[in-house]
Structures are given as C-alpha cells and as structure tokens.
C-alpha cells in the first residue's frame, strides 16, 4: 500500500517534500509558518509511522512541509533516515531535509526566558535534556541537506533565511546567497567561502563616514580609494566565476559567500553588493543578506585604531 501511494504519473512533476527538523527551541514552528506563508503546505509532528501515506498522494500538486522533532511519535532517527533513502530513489519526488540547529547556551535562554520545560528533562535541569536531545538528532544533523544555524537569529533573520532558501518551491538552480558580517560578533556557521576585507581602511574612523554603512555613496567611494581594492576585488570575482558552476555540476543546492570586515557595516556591505551585481552579470541570481548592518558603529567593536 504504501508502495503504491508513491506512485505518480510519468508526466507529472515531482513533489517537493521539506522535511523540517532540529533542536527544540531553534525556530522550527516559526520556519513552518513562513513556509506555508509562501505557499508551502505545511504539517507539524505527524506521526512517522504514518508519512508514506502522506507522502505522494493528493498532495502531489503541492509543495509539503513536515516538521518533526523528538516529540513527535514514532521519533527514531535512524528509522527516518532509511525512510527518506526510499523516497529519495523516487524519481516523482523531490526531497529536502532541513536541521534547524542552536547553541546550548541560547537554548537554555530561550526555555528560561518563555519558562517552558524541555520535553527530554524531566525534572532536571533544560541542560540536561538539551544534551540528551543533540545526542538523539545527531544522525539527523549529520544527514540533512540544509542547515539552519539560530544561534544569533532574531524571529525576523530566521524568516528571511526562510524566505531567501525556499521561496521558489522547485528551484531549477544552485541558490547562491552573497552576505556580509562582522568578525566581532561572531564568523557565520554556514557559510562555505569566506572572504577577510579588514585589508582595506576602514571607513569607521573616516569623519562623516561611521555612522554611514556601505550602501551609502561616500563610503563605497572611500573603499574603492583603497590602492589594493580594484586588483583585489577582480581576482575575488575571477575565482567565484570560476568556482560556481563546479559547485553546481557537483549537485551543490546552496552556496553561502561571506564577505567580513571588523563590525559588518561597512566594507564587508559594500564588497558584498559590489560582488552580487558582479554575479548577476555572471549569469547567477544571488540573494543578498547583511547580518550586522543594523548593529551600532561602536569603538569597542572597531577597536581604537586601524583598521
């Protein structure tokens, strides 16, 4: 029965599946609220047992989002992972899986700041079911297509994450996201090329300059002043250029460049625009994402000299 509900017309197109996961706490049911928001259809914590005949039948014209964790019945990692092997082999579906991840740390915020209990604690401590619970979704981790770190996620950045990675329910092509951020608050987690700008004078201590960001004028002239910033940047965009289709011809779906500088206002901004137009031109539709781009100019973060 269940082999046969996956069974679809030759001639129709695949249904994508998104397969939402992760810790408790890191943002699954506000992942699947903007999913369904851009026209995914979206369940939560369906039984396992009974996904194959979910999967496949009259949702077959419709993207499907299923969130699961370890609350969900029938939760057993490595059963769900040889589940998803027999999909995978259907040419009339699409699969993804999605992990959504979270420092302990935050975790813990975030369940003392709601006063909720974790579902793996018991009696004890948030800690102690946080461990238990990473220790339980490793394979899942480790499996997943997608990872989605919250850590220092607000409800809005995990939205538009969201947003940029699924709004194109059957994407035709590699997703290449170009972004920018700040060394003092923290390397992004998931980005696969990594490129330092602090080379570069800073505008922060250029009068007239800080409190601009590099999506102002003055500051992208300043930059492109820079002696060493045209002959750098062309040799950044030649390598890209050069590296992109590889990644595509390897069956690559998500590709996260970063731009960073010392506050993530600044350089890192205006380079990574600079190198999205660059793209585009190349042939490829990067989404463009600033992660510190709101946070305040400040001298702690800067330090008290150049750069």
Known sequence: MAQESLQTTAASPPQHILLV???????????????????????????????????GTDHANHSLAIGFDCRTRGFVPAEIIERVKDWVDNDNLSITTLFLDCAGGELERR????????????????????????????????????????????TNDLKQTIRDQFQQTAPQQMTVTVSSFGFARGKPPTADLVFDMRYLDNPHWEAGLREQTGLDTGVGEFIERSAVFASSFDKIRSLLLELLPHYAEQGKAYVNIAFGCTG????????????????????????????????RAEDLVEGSQQP
Request: proline residues 4%.
């Open 21 to 55: 996961t992760g810790m408790l706490g890191a943002g699954k049911t506000t992942a699947l609220r903007e999913l369904e928001d851009l026209g995914w259809e979206s369940i939560d914590n369906f039984p396992i047992r009974l996904l194959d005949r979910l999967v």
């Open 264 to 295: 993530g206002r600044h350089r890192s901004v205006y380079t990574a625009e600079k190198m999205a137009q660059e793209l585009r031109q190349g042939g490829f539709s990067p989404t463009v994402l600033h992660r510190n781009l709101q946070s």
């Open 111 to 154: 369940f003392n700041e709601t006063r909720r209990r974790h579902f793996l604690a018991g009696d004890l401590p948030a800690a102690s079911g946080i461990s238990a619970e990473r220790e339980l979704l490793a394979p899942l981790r480790r499996w997943a297509d997608v990872l989605i770190d919250t850590s220092d996620f607000s």
